[in-house]
């Protein structure tokens, strides 16, 4: 089985850290869009909720409550039908449910008409907000359904310091569901266009590094087969140095097989002379004339001058950047 490539290998594990760290951080995102949502929607509650308990502070203190207009005023809010085209989604209920209770906890007004008249000062936003706390609930209207939540916002109804009853604003959590998985949608379709990007992105990334990568592969396989190819222009500096490496490498190994050629030819072409001077010294030891003498005696000069030629052949034909120390 062929080995993956270096360019390959980095790019599966680029592909790879994208995905788990683009995974990762979409899911820490839709954790929160959730309660991002929620903590929103309370806060509209709490600012509705106290409006409602300043303009029904004069009627409660009043005793006038139930005789106004205001039950009118609640019920026919129900009914209200908002026909609302909200970001593509529908809205044609409203969804709060307000109701009022006096200091006792007991429901006075009731915009569902479900609770006239009961005991909710056992309910947390009640009870919290009638001693002067911050009163809110979350509750299920079906135990076994979560989606069937509902927030309770409540606000204190004053005379003066003193708190004389509470009006809660409702909303059911899966009003603003719609909204929550819109968000998420979105959140995922951008989430996975940008790991697309950062894919391709690495891709392209890897390509050009394949190709740089290539290029060095070629000249290095140029040198091996004794070529002497130009040093390729290559991005980056660690690449550049590689082949300028190379190509120094190169140059040094030329020259020393220059010498090892060299050395051998001087020492083939030493042999002659040394042979001949040699020779002559060995006959010189035995008589001879004076001629004979003088004819030897010339022959050691000359090959003495031939060897002497040699020695300082190399001198010459060395290339300048070797005598300087390249190799």
């Known amino acids: 089985m062929k080995p993956l490539s270096l360019t390959l290998r980095l790019f599966l594990v ?12 979409l899911g820490q995102v839709l954790d929160s869009v959730k309660p ?7 806060e509209t509650l709490v600012d509705t909720a106290n409006l409602l308990a300043e303009m029904l502070a004069a009627d409660l203190r009043a005793g006038t409550l139930g005789e106004g207009d205001l039950p009118r005023v609640l ?25 009022v ?15 006239v008249g009961e005991d909710y000062s056992q309910w947390n936003d009640v ?20 989606r069937s939540t509902v927030m309770h916002v409540a606000a204190p109804i004053r005379d003066g310091e003193r708190i004389i009853g509470s009006v809660t604003v409702a909303k059911p959590n899966a009003s603003v ?26 891709g392209l990334l890897s390509g050009w590094l394949s190709h740089a990568i290539r290029r060095l592969t ?5 040198v091996t087969a004794g070529q002497r190819p130009a040093v390729p222009r290559l991005p980056g500096s660690e690449l550049t140095q590689l082949a300028n490496a190379l190509d120094t490498m190169r140059t040094r190994l030329e020259g020393k097989d220059y010498v090892e050629r060299y050395v051998q030819t001087l020492t083939h072409e ?24 003088e004819r030897f005696l010339a022959s050691i000069q000359a090959e003495s001058a031939r060897l002497q030629s040699l020695s300082r052949r190399p001198l010459r034909q060395t290339p300048v950047g070797w005598r300087r120390g390249r190799l």
Request: glycine share 8%.
């Open 101 to 115: 209770t006096d200091a006792n906890g007991i429901v006075l007004l009731d915009s569902a008409g479900l609770a």
């Open 218 to 222: 070629r000249f290095a396989d140029a």
């Open 75 to 99: 019920a026919a809010y129900g009914q209200r039908r908002p026909d609302a085209d909200i970001h593509g989604i529908r809205k044609d209920d409203v969804t709060h449910r307000i109701y």
């Open 14 to 25: 680029g592909t790879a850290l994208v995905a788990v760290a683009g995974w990762f951080a």
């Open 36 to 42: 991002a949502v929620r903590q929103s929607t309370e």
């Open 270 to 293: 030493l042999k002659s002379p040394l042979a001949a001077i040699q020779g002559a010294a060995e006959l010189l030891r035995r008589d001879m004339t004076a001629a004979q003498r």
């Open 177 to 202: 569901q719609p909204f929550i998985e819109l968000a998420e949608h979105r959140l995922v379709v951008l989430a996975l266009w940008l790991m697309a990007a950062g894919i391709v992105l690495g």
């Open 127 to 146: 009870f919290l907000t009638l001693r002067g706390r911050y009163g809110a609930r979350t509750s299920r209207t079906v135990p076994a359904d979560e």
